[in-house]
């Protein structure tokens, strides 16, 4: 991998701990623009933690998160999202009582001048998602966990990240919305440019990455292109 | 009917007091789960800065603007009072957030503070304190900026609050010698505000006697809620408050300033205090203790509510008021003059302002026994830190 480029993210020697117990071991990391990077490891190795970490909501030890050659480990999560980074948690969190609409609303928040600036909802979001645009009205806890994670990342796209976190996008998920979600995310990188750092289970949706890390233990014990993971490695890292 | 009609008039007067005072508390205990026991000293606030803003108009140039100087206070009480909330939220509650017992003493502590504050505050005093303050936030600029990173810092900041408190009190003392200063601003006696003459008075409808300033407060409250509810539904700062109180954490995540947004909240509830504190002076005498009167009901009335909902205070509100004055005025024994002796006395025991308040938080107290999230729940799944 050429580091001569800007990395939109570089992690390097990162530690996080949860109180006293050491979660995230010297963690070196980077995602390059318009790269999609999968984060692969069995259950309670740090990968959700790497991106908490990312996006704020964790502070780390020691050690430096970059965006775009930007120091951002200081930074609260909203300066960071403002910076450009979009983020797609676990469970969507998507905001209960607001409206679809609203939901996608707030996505234009971390665009400069936020909300105050900015009231127009890209209609590519719609493209994206279709069943977005029919419950425009709806409550969003009252869509499915598939529709949700569709609505969380629509979200997370209005404000034209350049580095979208997306952490188990197809986690108990029916598999026809996971093949849509699948390919919805190819196609965002393919037609924006922005890089995606990826934690995921399904085999399939790693395939489509084109680099991983696999992480063991909070730390990273091996890398490279997805093209060259081999069975071994899949078998070590994936199965859950 | 004109019993009931009246019933219904005096209830909603003492309701709408009610669904005032507690409004800015729906807001502030209601959204931001902050059990603010200050709120009423806000309200007194909002109180004496109307006695102000009538002082400074009575006599003088601007005595043509007497007539409407209660419509002046509105929004000068609103800032004062969402002011002092501001620098309260900055200060003291938004290093306690998510620990509300220490909120509670705390913001106790502070209602005591400023009730003593209004009693013996001076010209002498408010200099010294200004210079108190001044000193105590200058200080760091003036010394070398690698002084803060020593181990020793705290030590530092110990020293120059002790000096800022010292220099304070000097300033204070020295100036109290002087007669002019040392006079108290407001003393502990209470205050009487004179509402203008389209206040006073009342309007007859029939057997119906309505006072306008009861009125006056039934609009200034139907105003303030379709204002909150106007913020909190079409505004962009009022969605924003939405999703941080439904989900914090994300709402950072996605670019919300969360701490603005609580800083905002915080400032919207005082003022609504504030502006609830103008209304008051319409009753009738206000001292420093004002607060004390109306905290207590402003909790039960957003609990009884049911908590984070808007509508839930505004019917608990009038319902309290409602069934207060039915009580209090012991108007039963008028619909049903022939009652047994028992239950007759049962309702004269009762027909007094003060034992109407036992009878209705006890029964607000049994209420909440069987539903316990109030009138108004929230439905579906809460998200609730």
Known sequence: MTTSQTATLQISGLNVFYGESHILRDVDLSVQPGQMVCLIGRNGVGKTTLLKTVIGLLRQRSGSVQLLEQEVS??????????????????????????????????????????????????????????????????????SGGQQQQLAIARALLGKPKLLLLDEPTEGIQPSVVLDIERAVRRIIDTTGISVLLVEQHLHFVRQADWYYAMQKGGVVASGPTGELSKAVVDRFLSV | ?????????????????????????????????????????LMMIGAYT???????????????????????????????????????????????????????????????????????????????????????????????????????????????????????????????????????????????????????????????NMPVARLFILALTALALLAVVWFLQKSVWGMRIRAVTQNRAMSDCLGIPTERVDALTFLVGSGLAGVAGVAVTLLGSVGPNLGGN???????????????????????????????????????????????????????????TSMAKVLVFALIVLFLQFRPAGLFPQKGRMVEA
């Open chain 1, 74 to 143: 200081s930074l609260p999560p909203h300066r960071r999202a403002r910076g450009g980074i979009g983020y797609v948690p676990q469970g969507r969190e998507i905001i209960p009582q607001l409206s679809v609409r609203e939901n996608l609303l707030l996505g234009l928040e971390a665009l400069p001048g936020g909300l105050g600036r900015n009231r127009h909802i890209d209609p590519v979001v719609f493209e994206l998602f279709p069943i977005l645009e029919t419950f425009l009205a709806r409550r969003g806890g009252d869509l």
């Open chain 2, 1 to 41: 009917m004109d019993l009931f009609f009246d019933t219904l008039f005096n209830g909603m007067a003492i309701g709408s007091v009610l669904v005032l005072a507690a409004l800015g508390l729906a807001v502030v205990f209601g959204l931001m789960g902050v059990i603010n026991m200050a709120h009423g000293e």
């Open chain 2, 294 to 352: 109306y905290i207590v009901d402003c909790f039960m009335v957003v609990v009884l509510g049911g908590v984070g909902k808007l509508l839930g205070t505004v019917v608990a509100a009038l319902g309290i008021g409602i069934l207060s004055y039915v009580i209090g005025s012991g108007s039963l024994l008028l619909v049903w003059p022939a009652m047994p002796s028992a239950l007759n006395a049962l309702v004269s025991f009762f027909a007094t």
């Open chain 2, 50 to 208: 109307t006695f102000v803003v009538q002082n400074l108009v009575k006599n003088g140039p601007l005595e043509f603007l007497f007539p409407i100087y209660i419509l002046v206070a509105i929004p000068i009480a609103f800032l004062v009072s969402g002011l002092v909330g501001l620098l309260l939220e900055k200060t003291v509650i938004r290093r306690l957030y998510g620990r509300p017992l220490e909120t509670l003493l705390a913001t106790w502590g502070v209602s005591l503070i400023l009730q003593q504050f209004v009693r013996s505050v001076s010209t002498a005093f408010a200099l010294g304190l200004v210079l108190a303050v001044a000193v105590g936030l200058l200080v760091p600029r003036l010394l070398p900026a690698r002084w803060g990173r020593q181990r020793w810092a705290p030590l530092l900041d110990l020293g120059r609050w002790l000096l800022a408190a010292l220099l304070g009190i000097g300033l204070a003392s020295l100036l109290g010698g002087v007669r002019v200063l040392d006079q108290p601003w407001f003393s502990a006696r209470n205050i009487d505000v004179t509402a203008p003459r389209w206040l006073r008075g009342s309007i007859d409808l029939g057997a119906l």
